[in-house]
């Protein structure tokens, strides 16, 4: 705090579409901790109603589910939405499908990230916020906040999330023996 103020958490929004979401409870859960708002999808018709009706700052798919599978979401969200920064997360990132659909969407301008699962928490937010910062305008300025945010919730909740003691390491929260 200063000046008696309360530094406010970023509102940045995420969808987030996986036809498992209890396999992405965690990061969820630990990008709401940052003050992200998220929407969570488990169908692309679900997904694809959303990115109709809001804007989001970011968009995370998985590939494989059942059809209409990830790929094909992903074309149609990012000619709605050609200004967020979209992450796919997959097992399959070898595959010519996702080789295709990353070439199409740099070729479009498309911001596009690939993540193979599983992938940790901090692992994922490192690759989301090196995303955003080159998209995303006003994230430039909230960029301190939000690494303060997430610095804070490392301290509060330091293995609840699954983050690595790497990080955990580089932004010193480890006590030295």
């Not at 498992?20 to 998220?38: A, K, Y």
């Not at 990115?51 to 589910?65: C, K, P, T």
């Not at 303060?148 to 023996?177: D, M, R, W, Y």
Request: charged share 25%; with cysteine; glycine share 6%.
């Amino acid at each position: 705090m200063d000046n008696g103020t309360v530094e406010q958490k970023p509102k940045l929004s995420i969808l987030w579409l996986d036809d498992r979401p209890r396999q992405i409870t965690s990061h969820v859960m630990f990008l709401q901790e940052l003050g992200f708002q998220i929407k969570v999808a488990t169908s692309t018709g679900e997904a694809l109603h959303y990115v109709e009706h809001r804007e989001f700052d970011a968009i995370v798919s998985d590939l494989y589910m059942p059809p209409p599978d990830g790929a094909s979401f992903l074309r149609q969200a990012s000619r709605l939405q050609p200004n967020a920064v979209y992450i796919i997360v997959s097992g399959y990132l070898y595959i010519d499908i996702f080789r295709d659909l990353l070439k199409e969407l740099r070729e479009s301008e498309i911001c596009v990230r690939a993540v193979k699962k599983p992938i940790s928490v901090d692992g994922f937010v490192s690759v989301l916020l090196d995303a955003l910062v080159k998209v995303v305008p006003r994230i430039k300025e909230e960029r301190k906040t939000l690494w303060c945010h997430f610095v804070k919730a490392l301290e509060i909740k330091p293995g609840a999330f699954g983050v690595s003691l790497n990080l955990k390491k580089l932004l010193g929260l480890t006590q030295k023996k």
